[in-house]
C-alpha cells in the first residue's frame, strides 16, 4: 500500500487546471457538472480504489463522509460504491472488467495512478462516438494500474454540460508479455447507494420492436442482453434507472445507451446493502477478446443522461445530444425527401418497365424519391424470391437490360410535383448477407461466419458473412460503390436481416462489428451526399453506433399505424423521431388487416424525419387518392419542426386510447400536436390534451379553433377535441406564437 500511496501523492501534485468549470480535480476528487447534474467520484488515497459518490441532482461539496459504510460480515470492496469494478480482493458482485491474464488468473487490481483534464474529446479509435469541440464537451482520463499483472487501463469521462450527459469508455493495455483476454467489458459502470430505483427498457420481437416495459430493481440482478451478434428486437442497447415515483414529466430518470451495435449487456444489480450497481457494455458470451503485449482493448463507448424531468426529460437530452453531437451525416440538420418504397406494393414481382410507371404514379403524388427495394439483382441467380441472389450484386439483366444507368435516369426525367426538381433514386443493399444459391457462395463458402463442421443455420434462407475478415471488407467497400457509382443514387436503405448464430470463436462477433464501422465509415465518407438509412428486418439496429454514421434508421417492417404509436414512442425514449423512417402502407394492414384512414395513417408517419408511401399507388381508393395531396403536404410542412424541434410524449398508447404528442420548434415560434383517437368508448370522455414546453405567458393561435390563448392555457388547461364517434380518428393542429 505504501508505494501506491507515494504514486497517488505524485499525481495530486502532476494534477493540472485547464480553467474549465465542468471537470474539476480537487486533488483526487473529481467533479463532473452539466447544467443539471453532478458526478461525483473520488480515489480511495489508502487503496487506490475509485469510489463513486453521487449521480444526480447537482451538488457542491463533497460530503462528509463521502459515503456510509455498511458494517458486517461481508466487507472491504464488497461494502464500497466501486467505479470501475474489477474481479477478486471481495467483491462479490458482477465486474466491469474481467481479465483473463497469461497464466490463466482472473483477479485485476487496477488502481489509481494519474489522471488527467482534457478539453473536447478525443476520438475512440474505429469506433463510433459522441463528438464535440472545446466548448461542448469535456474530458477526464483516469490511468489505471495492476502492479500484479502488468496491465494498465484507461478510465475516459466527458461531460456534455448542456444536456446532463456524460459519455464513458475505457481501454485496457497489455504491458507483459503474455497475450491477455478481455472476458467482460462494462463500458459504463457505477454504484448506486442503497436507494429504490426502477428499469425501464424496451422489449419486442420482429415487427413489434420497441415496447417500453418497467420493472422494479430487486435484489440480486436485473439483466437484458443481446447474443444475436446486433441490438436485435428482442431488446435495444437502451434501459433507464427511475426513481418509483418517476413519470414522463417529473422525477429522477438515468438514462443508458451504447454506441454499440454488436451483442450487448445491461444489468442492474442489487447487494444486500441496498447499493445498485450499473453495468452496460458487451455481452460476454462474445467477449473473450484477445490483446497481445504491447496492445490495447477500447471499449465502445456508453452514455448516460440525467434528468430531473422524468423520462421525457431524459429524452429530450438523448435527441439534443444525438442530433448534434452523434449523427455526424450531412442529412442529420436536413429535411428528408418524402419517399415511395417498392417494397410493400411491389415486392420481389418487378421489372424495369413496372418499376417506372410505379415512379411514375409516385410522381403524381409528389414524391421526391423513389426507392427500388430488394429484388433487383442476381445473374445467374436473380433474386426473385427470398432463397436467391444475396451477395450477387449486379443488377439482373433481364429487368435491367442496360444496366442501373439508364432505368435510374428514366426515373430522374420524372419531376416532383409543383417543381423543376427531378425526382431522386434510392436502393436496397443487404451487403453483409449471402444465400446458400449464389454465385458469391459458391465461390467463397469460406467467407460466411461458421463453426467447424458444424452445420451452417439458415435464417430467411441466408448465412451472414464474416464482416470481421479484412477481405470481406473490401468486398463490401468495392460492391456498394460499384452500384454507387455506376448510376445517380441519392439515397441507400442497408438492410440486415439475419442473426449470427455460429461463431468459430466467441470474440467473432466483436470483430465483424469493428469491421462493419470499417466498411460504413469509409462509404459514408466517400460518399458524403449519400441518404442513408439503417434498417434490420425494420427496427433491428436501430441503435447509436449506426446513428453516427447514418442519419435514419427504418423503424420496424409493422406499418400498422395504431401499433406504430406503441412503436415509435418506444423508440423515442432514446432516438429523435427525426432519425426515424415511417411510411404509410396500404389498408387493411397486410399484418393485421386493420383498416385506418388514410389521414391517422398520414398524421403517425410524419412524426417521423423521414416520411414516405410503402403502397402501390394504384391500388389506393378514390378517397385515399384524393386525399394524399393534402397529408403530403402537410408531412412537407411538418418536417422541418420534426428534424429540428423538441419532442414531448403527451399521452402514451399503452395509458390511454388518446395518445398524443407534440414538437416545438427550436425557437419556440410554433408547435405542432398530433392528437389521436384509438378507440371510441362512450365514456369516459376524452381527456384534454395538455400541451408541453411553451411560454407560459406568450400567446399563441391555433388552428383548432381558431383562438388564441397563453402558453399557460394550453398547458394546465390543455386542448378539448370534439372527437367523432368512431375508432382510428386523428388531429394535426399548429400552434402560432403571437
Ligand atoms: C426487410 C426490410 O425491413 C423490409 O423493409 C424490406 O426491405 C425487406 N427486408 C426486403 O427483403
Redesign the pocket.
Given at each position: 500500500m505504501g508505494v501506491f500511496r507515494a504514486v497517488v501523492l505524485s499525481a495530486l501534485l502532476a494534477t493540472v487546471s485547464v480553467g474549465q468549470d465542468a471537470i474539476s480535480a480537487d486533488g483526487t476528487n473529481f467533479t463532473l457538472a452539466g447544467d443539471n447534474v453532478s458526478y461525483l467520484f473520488h480515489v480511495d488515497t489508502e487503496s487506490g480504489e475509485l469510489i463513486s459518490d453521487h449521480y444526480g441532482a447537482p451538488v457542491d461539496d463533497f460530503t462528509p463522509p463521502a459515503f456510509v459504510l455498511p458494517w458486517g460480515w461481508h466487507d472491504n470492496l464488497a461494502n464500497l460504491r466501486r467505479e470501475f469494478p474489477d474481479v477478486g480482493r471481495s467483491d462479490p458482485r458482477l465486474p466491469a472488467i474481467h481479465i483473463e491474464h497469461p497464466d490463466g488468473d482472473t483477479v485485476t487490481a487496477l488502481l489509481y495512478k494519474s489522471h488527467q483534464l482534457v478539453q473536447g474529446k478525443p476520438e475512440l479509435p474505429g469506433l463510433p462516438a459522441t463528438y464535440g469541440n472545446d466548448s461542448d464537451v469535456s474530458t477526464l482520463q483516469v490511468h489505471l494500474y495492476d502492479n500484479v499483472s502488468d496491465v494498465s487501463a484507461v478510465l475516459s469521462y466527458s461531460i456534455f454540460p448542456k444536456y446532463n450527459a456524460i459519455a464513458r469508455s475505457f481501454s485496457v493495455t497489455n504491458n507483459g508479455t503474455g497475450n491477455i483476454s478481455i472476458e467482460r467489458a462494462a463500458s459504463f459502470s457505477t454504484d448506486f447507494p442503497n436507494v429504490d430505483l426502477d428499469m425501464i427498457e424496451v422489449q419486442g420481437d420482429w415487427s413489434h420492436e420497441f415496447n417500453r416495459v418497467k420493472r422494479k430493481i430487486d435484489y440480486g440482478e436485473t439483466t437484458f442482453r443481446s447474443t444475436e451478434g446486433f441490438g436485435s428486437h428482442l431488446h435495444n442497447p437502451f434501459f433507464a434507472l427511475v426513481s418509483p415515483s418517476t413519470t414522463e414529466t417529473s422525477g429522477e430518470a438515468w438514462g443508458f445507451n451504447l454506441v454499440w451495435t454488436g451483442s450487448f449487456e445491461a444489468t442492474a444489480e442489487r447487494f444486500s446493502n441496498g447499493f445498485v450497481r450499473v453495468l452496460f457494455g458487451l455481452n460476454s458470451l462474445h467477449t473473450s477478446i484477445q490483446v497481445k503485449p504491447g496492445e490495447s482493448f477500447q471499449s465502445p463507448e456508453a452514455v448516460s443522461v440525467y434528468s430531473a424531468e422524468g423520462v421525457n426529460g431524459m429524452s429530450r437530452s438523448f435527441h439534443d445530444l444525438y442530433r448534434n453531437h452523434l449523427s455526424r451525416g450531412k442529412q442529420t440538420h436536413k429535411t428528408r425527401p418524402i419517399l415511395l418504397?417498392s417494397?410493400e406494393g411491389l415486392g420481389f414481382k418487378f421489372n424495369q418497365t413496372s418499376l417506372v410507371r410505379l415512379a411514375g404514379e409516385a410522381e403524381k403524388l409528389g414524391v421526391e424519391l423513389f426507392v427500388n427495394?430488394?429484388g433487383w439483382f442476381g445473374v445467374e441467380y436473380p433474386r426473385q424470391n427470398?432463397t436467391l441472389g444475396l451477395g450477387d450484386w449486379t443488377p439482373n439483366p433481364q429487368y435491367f437490360p442496360d444496366g442501373l444507368g439508364p432505368y435510374v435516369a428514366q426515373v430522374n426525367n420524372l419531376t416532383v410535383l409543383n417543381s423543376s426538381q427531378p425526382m431522386q433514386f434510392g436502393i436496397?443493399v443487404?451487403p453483409e448477407m449471402v444465400d446458400l444459391n449464389s454465385t458469391l457462395y459458391n465461390e467463397h463458402p469460406d467467407w460466411v461466419l461458421h463453426a467447424g463442421k458444424h452445420a451452417r443455420t439458415l435464417t430467411r434462407n441466408q448465412m451472414v458473412l464474416n464482416v470481421g475478415l479484412p477481405e470481406v471488407q473490401d468486398f463490401i467497400i468495392n460492391t456498394v460503390s460499384g452500384i454507387l457509382d455506376s448510376a445517380n443514387i441519392q439515397y441507400v436503405?442497408w438492410?440486415n436481416?439475419r442473426a449470427m448464430h455460429e461463431l468459430s470463436q466467441p470474440s467473432d462477433s466483436y470483430n465483424y462489428i469493428l469491421g462493419l464501422y470499417r466498411v460504413i465509415n469509409n462509404l459514408t465518407t466517400r460518399y458524403p451526399d449519400v441518404l442513408w438509412e439503417g434498417?434490420?428486418?425494420?427496427g433491428g439496429r436501430f441503435d447509436a453506433g449506426l446513428l453516427h454514421y447514418w442519419p435514419q434508421h427504418?423503424t420496424s417492417?409493422n406499418t400498422d399505424a395504431s401499433d406504430r404509436l406503441t412503436i415509435q414512442l418506444g423508440t423515442s425514449l432514446v432516438y429523435p423521431p427525426s432519425a426515424m423512417g415511417c411510411h404509410i402502407s396500404k389498408a387493411p394492414n397486410g399484418f393485421n388487416q386493420r383498416n385506418i384512414s388514410i389521414e391517422f395513417r398520414g398524421h403517425v408517419a410524419m412524426q417521423c424525419g423521414s416520411f414516405g408511401l410503402e403502397l402501390n399507388p394504384e391500388e389506393l381508393t378514390e378517397h385515399e387518392a384524393a386525399a394524399i395531396p393534402s397529408i403530403m403536404a402537410e408531412a412537407k410542412k411538418v418536417n422541418p419542426i420534426v428534424i429540428s424541434g423538441e419532442f414531448y410524449r403527451l399521452a402514451l398508447p399503452d395509458n390511454s386510447a388518446w395518445p398524443a404528442t407534440q414538437f416545438v420548434s427550436e425557437d419556440g415560434s410554433e408547435s405542432v400536436v398530433f392528437a389521436f383517437q384509438q378507440k371510441y368508448t362512450v365514456k369516459p370522455a376524452a381527456p384534454a390534451v395538455k400541451l408541453q414546453g411553451l411560454d407560459p405567458k406568450a400567446r399563441y393561435s391555433n388552428d383548432l379553433d381558431n383562438g388564441t390563448y397563453t402558453g399557460a392555457t394550453y398547458m394546465n388547461g390543455g386542448i378539448n377535441i370534439q372527437w367523432d364517434r368512431a375508432d382510428y380518428q386523428s388531429k394535426l393542429i399548429w400552434l402560432k406564437k403571437q
Open positions: 418504397n417494397w427495394d430488394d427470398d436496397w443487404e436503405k438492410d436481416n434498417c434490420a428486418s425494420g427504418w417492417d
